[in-house]
């Protein structure tokens, strides 16, 4: 399926709730530091009662397929905190022409499903990991256990998912130690670890972050020159390389330095529904009618409208001070919070 710039859509993010159990500082407030009451009503987690359900979510994933979307990722929030994830996962991977079904967690329950999501025919995850420093890791989740994510990878290896990707964002410059351990996940193990630069989003905006470029530079200094070596995989945006003597290839997700819009192959549904044609930006549809309807007619016309109204790139904009930030006025302003919008 194309949209209206001639872009291959093949790929879908699928959230399955908005809850999550970290509060990380650059995807949303603590709990016990902003209050509902003082957020904007789109900021506050929904009702779980409001979440697509197991059977919704199948559905969609098969009108997906028929449209020629082959590749879904299980996001939220946090997919695990979920009872039915792995439920889930098993039923999005038997829809015929589904090539591939990954998920993307905090680590913090995976030592206890990994086993369960490999025989659900789960095909690959990813884990958000920002710092091998246990103190700055429970700085920077608000609370998180390192331990517990580090277990979690190894139980991932363990089920036979090779390589596990780590994905991780640099809040600032002052966090090169962070690149460097980060990294050598990859030189050591069948890890496959990806930078992906800060998005003004949300919390985001705080928070300067680190291009693809400054990492690069961080990591060639320690490890020597990195080899580019394309697309490790087919589905995403990601440019990989190698640095000599690494197991794995290092990447870099880089959508501000190093826009990819023009070869954006995804949209999102977030975990009540709405299909979200851009992560920046507020353009796509509501599908809930259409299911309460049990009109797939109309569902695949409203996937095929989302899609048509994908915008020719994200809008941010650079500052006087060089960062880049979302406009926040009009139509198209970044809403809420990463965790809201599935990533």
């Known amino acids: 399926m194309q949209d209206a710039y001639g872009r291959e859509i093949n790929y879908a993010r699928i959230s399955i709730t908005d809850q999550c159990n970290l509060r990380c500082v650059y995807c949303m407030p603590a709990a016990a530091c902003v209050s ?4 904007r009503p789109q900021q506050r987690q929904v009702p779980q009662d409001t979440y697509l359900s197991a059977a919704e979510i199948l559905r ?29 996962v098993r039923s999005l991977k038997k829809i015929p022409d589904i090539r591939r079904v990954a998920l993307t967690t905090n680590g913090q329950l995976l030592g206890n499903m990994a086993a369960s999501l490999k025989p659900a025919g789960l095909d690959g995850i990813n884990v958000s990991l920002d710092t091998l420093d246990a103190v700055a890791y429970r700085s920077i989740t608000r609370g998180g256990d390192l331990a517990l994510t580090l277990a979690g990878i190894d139980a991932a290896l363990a089920a036979g998912f090779s390589p596990v990707k780590v994905n991780c964002v640099l809040l600032d410059r002052d966090r090169r130690d962070d690149a460097l351990g980060i990294a050598a996940l990859a030189r050591d193990r069948d890890i496959r670890v990806r930078f992906i630069e800060m998005m003004p989003i949300g919390m985001g905006v705080n928070f300067a ?78 599908l809930r009618p259409a299911l309460e309807q049990q009109d797939d007619v109309q569902l695949r016309d409203d996937i095929v409208s989302a899609v048509n109204s994908k915008a020719a790139g994200h809008r941010f904009s650079i500052t006087a001070d060089g960062q880049e930030q979302a406009e926040q006025a009009g139509p198209g302003a970044a809403p809420a919070f990463m965790s809201q919008i599935g990533g």
């Open 60 to 88: 969609i994933g098969t009108v997906f397929a028929d449209l020629g979307i082959h590749d879904l990722r299980v996001t939220g929030g946090e997919p695990l905190v979920r009872s039915d994830a792995v439920d889930i």
């Open 36 to 39: 509902a009451e003082v957020l």
């Open 209 to 286: 972050g680190v291009s693809g470029g400054e990492v690069r530079n961080i990591l060639e200094e320690a490890y020597g020159p990195w080899e580019p070596a394309g697309a490790a995989d087919g589905s995403g945006p990601a440019r990989y390389g190698r640095f000599q003597g690494f197991r794995e290839a290092i990447g870099f997700i880089s959508p501000l330095s190093d826009r990819f819009c023009g070869k954006c192959n995804r949209i999102r549904l977030s975990s009540t529904g709405f299909l979200r044609s851009c992560l920046h930006g507020e353009a796509g549809i509501n």
